[in-house]
């Protein structure tokens, strides 16, 4: 199980499922590799900016048709 972040702000996770549980903070553009999570069933994984605050983009200068995305994916 790998959690990236692509984010602009580092960001703190937690992830659960039966008998295991972890946390820790993510960089910008890091990477929380976690291979015992890998082939489980029922895996939470919850993230936060690692303030504490909001989710906080900065944009600098838009252009029409532009759009702005924030994505959790599980592949």
Known sequence: ????NETQQAVFYTISCSGLSDSGTIEVDGLAKLDAYDNQKNV??????DD???FQIDLGA????EQMEVAFVAE
């Not at 199980?1 to 990236?4: E, L």
Request: hydrophobic content about 45%.
């Open 1 to 4: 199980m790998i959690i990236a």
């Open 62 to 65: 838009t252009k029409s048709g």
């Open 52 to 54: 504490a605050g909001t």
């Open 44 to 49: 939470l994984v919850q993230v936060r900016p």
